[in-house]
């Protein structure tokens, strides 16, 4: 049960008391009279139906049993919510943020951020889920969202960074299929996408020589980028991906970029989103710290940090 608010308003009066043992420094801490003090006391007693301070001759008093219990549970309340304001200070850099990303992005990208993040901030907890809805930041509670196209106009949207995206396959597939050196012979290959009507990334490749999506194309749907990232290892086609996701395989030689010339301008823009509050900007700033160093680290040429807002 919710505390009743009659009673909460002589509380803090009575853990002065109890703290200074004095109706006097409790009245001069508060800046109050002492006669106000006593009101405040009594009413606390005969709202609760209870005797708090045992009243003697002089300065003197004394708790009585239950005003002990009701010092030492305040006290415990005070030292919590003293604890919890402090974590709601963003320049603190403490307490939980919660995050929402792309499954790929929250997977490939995220944990190596995540690290950097316990070195720059360790007393930041972040909770993330990967997901690819795109989940109401406000109703889901979160603190940052990461997308690849700013919605919401109760948000702010920040370039978080370009994301290069590259088409690839296995030497296998090469060796039985051949391989492709221009846009137009895309037509006699198995193209691997995500789900019907999901032709994005090829239809932004198309437009780079004015080439437009035909439903003639050969078309493998395996669902997500892990899938698809699988699928071309496996020889079932051609993958469109955004190079964090196949840069191990690619290093590996399980996967070789296709008509690398013709897709060096090709990205993708991913954005972070918030409620345009003082913490948020105090996370958005140390997500954007943490992760110029995984791109320095570990993905230099697949990832390029943005600064710019915009604003819905």
Known sequence: MPIPAHLLTHLPYFAA??????????????????SAMSYQIRQLEEKLKVSLVLRQSGSKLNLTSAGWQLAQAYQQFESGLEQTLAQLQPS???GVVKVTAPVDFASRVLPYVLAELKVLAPRLVVQLEASDTLRDVIQGGFDLAIRSEPSDERLQHEVLLQVHKSVVTSPAYIHSYGLPEKLSELSTHTLLVRGVGQYTSWK????????VWSDAFNTLILGNSFALEEGAKAGLGLALLADFVVVDALE??????????LTQSLSTTFYVSFVPTPQARVYVEILQQALKKVVEKRFAGALVGGIDIVKM
Do not use: I
């Open 252 to 261: 590996r030689g399980e996967l070789l970029r296709v008509m690398p010339q």
């Open 204 to 211: 932004q490749l198309l437009a780079l020589e004015n080439l």
């Open 92 to 94: 603190h850099l403490s």
């Open 17 to 34: 008391v109890a703290r200074l043992n004095s109706f006097t420094l409790a009245a001069e801490s508060l800046h109050v009279s002492p």
